[in-house]
């Protein structure tokens, strides 16, 4: 595959899976623009093209892992020390997030093929950016800036856990919708984002191994130099943009990604309708 629609979508990919915009829906965005501009890439449905989604995502799971590497560290602390009869904060992080990630398990295994097959068109996408987008600005300016991880229960985690459920629509953004859950439920602006890309770690980890068990056996499961470079690429995008982010919520809101999320839907309601 041609190094430009490469690097395409991997940039796309390491900058959109931890911003409230959805990763996946601008995935199929980027596949139907290259498909549209008669570029040499693998055929739409193809297992080419599964590997490299597959690879991509492998490289944002490596960013984000490095990049919150003491958070994981403690995580593992703590829940070896939960096993020893000892609950610290790094036991109950891990716990939440555990919790947090099971719901979208259960109901994501069952509905694998439901969203390959039916939820992959650019009408639903332009709906969900602009819906989703709306719920982010009115939780984003309702919640409280005060609360921190460390004060959070096991029916917060739930809560989240929840509603990261409907990020199996393309479009809605899994890093968005559990970033309005934090927001809605008091959570500071950078502890909301925080949580929502620890969250990340297993879903993403997750979809890899399944969309791997699919590859295996199989001549695209082999390792090509185009999927190892697109994992390279979208692993060093998605790390600056974690670290970019990060430092932006530190003083300033998720008001940018909601114009950006209003502006992509109203562009692509027109182009659906229009």
Request: charged share 15%; proline share 4%.
């Given at each position: ?64 892992c490095g990049y919150f590497r003491r958070d994981i560290a403690g995580m593992i602390r703590g ?87 409907l990020a199996i629509m393309p479009g809605t953004s899994r890093a968005g919708i559990t970033a309005?859950a934090g927001r809605m439920l008091g959570y500071s602006r950078q502890e909301a984002a925080r ?80």
């Open positions: 595959m041609p190094l430009l629609p490469l690097a395409i979508l991997a940039l796309v990919q390491g900058i959109t899976e931890f911003l409230p915009i959805s990763s996946s829906g601008h995935l199929i965005l980027v596949w139907q623009g290259l498909d549209t501009a008669g570029l040499p890439v693998p055929a739409e449905g193809g297992q080419n093209r599964l590997v490299l989604d597959v690879a991509v995502h492998v490289g944002t799971l490596v960013a984000v829940a070896v020390r939960w096993l020893g009869g000892e609950r610290d904060a790094g036991a109950r992080l891990a716990i939440n997030v555990v919790i947090a990630t099971l719901p979208v398990v259960a109901v994501g295994m069952s509905a694998r093929e439901m969203v390959a097959d039916h939820l992959r068109s650019v009408e639903l996408v332009a709906w969900t950016t602009l819906l989703f987008g709306i719920a982010l600005y009115a939780a984003d300016k309702a919640g409280g800036l005060r609360r921190k991880l460390d004060e959070m229960d096991v029916p917060d985690a739930l809560i989240v856990g929840m509603l990261q459920i309005t949580f929502a890309l620890l969250l990340g770690i297993p879903t993403i980890a997750g979809a890899g191994v399944m969309a791997g068990l699919d590859l295996a056996g199989s001549d695209a499961a082999a390792l090509r130099v185009d999927a190892l470079v697109a994992a390279v690429l979208a692993c060093g995008a998605a790390w600056l943009t974690i670290a970019l982010l990060m430092r932006w919520l530190q003083r300033q809101t998720f008001t940018p990604f909601v114009v950006y999320r209003l502006a992509l839907g109203l562009a692509l309601l027109g182009y659906v309708y229009l």
